[in-house]
């Protein structure tokens, strides 16, 4: 690749470097161009002859380069300055994840904390999009910014694409178990978020709303059956709330509230069906149209029972009022064997509710209304009507 003259140029508006940060292989130096911080990673004095270094940091930028997403710093530059290899990076105004970890800049709440989870995720899937490996996930290489607390992932320089030969290198405290010097793949990522994800929610209430502990455990399986197989499957668990159990008190008042429930539902039930006892117990005969004479009990007729008030309901107040009043008070050999159920015919219960709904209960004067509607009673009916108003 050949080198850019950006830096050499000296057209160009920039301040002098001010040493910002130490790495393993390279310094990093904030610097200004055209009035905007930048920042240069340069290879150190000692392996600037280095063919080694001088490729690693080559195809760090190579890499780099070919990102674009807004959880990743953009890699802007090549450059050989003075025989000494460097890159030129956006700068970011903000805190390592460590710092913020270790609590020395930046407080993030849980929410905070999640969406910085979700960026790093997002980054990491935009990668492997790429068929490209970050494999040096860890907090000092994750800035966070001071204004709106965002996510900016760092350093590809142990980053490598599918089809690549070179040996894995990374953090051992951060790298897939059993992967040093070996093959590579999304696992290790994972591996390494999990780690990540473990540092910045110990000691933190942030476990609450999602099962945190299973999501990293998860991510930490070096089975294949087991651990995460994409990022994306990450995601989902991430976003999939936890079922909360209901408090014991809950459980306990539910449990109570069914009990009460279900003892009146018993108690109104076997209560409806309870028979109440009428007294009088001499047979009534009925003559029916055809002559024939039968008694109640041969009919089968059910004593009086409070499904009746159920039944007499549904015409309306005044109407089961109005019956209910006159069989009361009609003579006992009437009610005896019967129900009150027995004497609504549908004629008897249409005729009446049409003069009992234009009174009140207590005002029907019931021995006019039997003389006006008698005319209109079958003769079965009308039979009925003179042994229970007794005219």
Avoid at 249 to 276: M, P
Avoid at 349 to 358: D, G, I, L, V
Avoid at 359 to 377: G, L, Q, R, T, V
Wanted: glycine share 4%.
């Amino acid at each position: 690749m050949e080198s850019s003259k950006f830096l050499s140029n000296n057209n160009e508006q920039k301040s002098s470097p001010i040493l910002i940060g130490k790495g393993g292989t390279c310094d990093l130096f904030r610097i200004m161009i055209h009035n905007k911080f930048h920042v240069l990673k340069k290879l150190k004095v000692e392996y600037k002859d280095s063919q080694q270094h001088i490729e690693s940091l080559r195809r760090e930028f190579e890499i780099g380069f070919q990102l674009d997403h807004p959880n990743i710093v953009r890699y802007i530059e090549y450059n050989t300055n003075d025989n000494v290899q460097s890159i030129l990076l956006e700068f970011i105004d903000g805190s390592t994840l460590t710092d913020v970890i270790n609590k020395q800049s930046i407080s993030l709440d849980s929410e905070q904390k999640k969406n910085i989870i979700l960026q790093l995720c997002s980054s990491i899937e935009y990668l492997h999009s790429k068929q490209t490996y970050h494999l040096d996930l860890k907090p000092d290489n994750i800035l966070i910014t001071f204004r709106g607390k965002n996510l900016k992932l760092i350093d590809f320089g142990h980053s490598l694409t599918d089809g690549n030969t070179n040996k894995v290198g990374g953090t051992k405290t951060f790298m897939l178990p059993g992967r040093e010097n070996s093959t590579f793949d999304a696992s290790d990522d994972i591996y390494a978020i999990g780690k990540i994800i473990e540092h910045l929610l110990s000691n933190n209430s942030s476990k609450k709303d999602i099962n945190w502990n299973q999501i990293i455990n998860k991510c930490l399986k070096t089975d294949s059956v087991e651990k995460f197989k994409s990022i994306n499957e990450l995601v989902a668990a991430i976003n999939t709330p936890i079922k909360k159990r209901p408090s014991k008190l809950i459980l306990i008042s539910s449990i109570i509230a069914f009990i009460i429930i279900g003892s009146l539902i018993i108690t109104q039930y076997l209560g409806s069906n309870k028979t109440e006892p009428i007294k009088g117990s001499t047979p009534l005969t009925i003559f029916m149209d055809s002559s024939e004479t039968t008694t109640l009990a041969q009919i089968k007729i059910n004593p009086h029972i409070k499904s009746d008030s159920i039944f007499c309901s549904q015409l309306g107040s005044s109407l089961y009022t109005s019956f209910r009043k006159v069989f009361n008070n009609s003579d006992q050999t009437i009610k005896s064997g019967a129900t009150l159920q027995t004497y609504l015919t549908d004629s008897i219960q249409t005729e009446w509710f049409n003069y009992s709904s234009k009174y009140e209960p207590e005002s029907i004067d019931y021995k006019n209304a039997y003389n006006n509607y008698y005319p209109n009673f079958t003769e079965s009916q009308k039979k009925i009507m003179n042994l229970l108003y007794d005219s």
